[in-house]
């Protein structure tokens, strides 16, 4: 069973910076395309980063030239390293293989205050 363990997330004020990990287990990490997703309060979950199992990279246009996504196969982890936040960037953070959607993790919780 695949499983998903998101962490790294916190409290940070406007314009700091975090790097949240996603550790996978349960699947060929290493051929699987896999993305980062948000929901904030009262809207919906949102594709924010994806990642090819080439490493070829992809934005929402949100947070595009402020967040960067990246893997190391090695240790089957997905990281996504996020700059210059912003308040509207609080949400639960998750991972997850865009194509498939496996069952979603527990999330890790980025507030950014202003």
């Known amino acids: 069973q695949v499983q998903l363990v998101e962490s790294g997330g916190g409290l940070v004020q406007a314009g700091g910076s975090l790097r949240l990990s996603c550790v996978v287990s349960?699947?060929?990490?290493?051929?699987?395309?896999m993305g980062w997703y948000r929901q904030a309060p009262g809207k919906e979950r949102e594709l924010v980063a994806r990642?090819?199992?080439?490493?070829?990279?992809n934005y929402a246009d949100s947070v595009k030239g402020r967040f960067t996504i990246s893997r190391d196969n090695a240790k089957n982890t997905l990281y996504l390293q996020m700059d210059s936040l912003k308040p509207e960037d609080t949400a639960v953070y998750y991972c997850?293989?865009?194509?498939?959607?496996?069952?979603w993790g527990q999330g890790t919780q980025v507030t950014v205050s202003s």
């Open positions: 997850n293989k865009p194509a498939l959607l496996y069952t």
């Open positions: 349960g699947t060929i990490f290493s051929i699987s395309g």
């Open positions: 990642i090819t199992s080439g490493g070829s990279t």
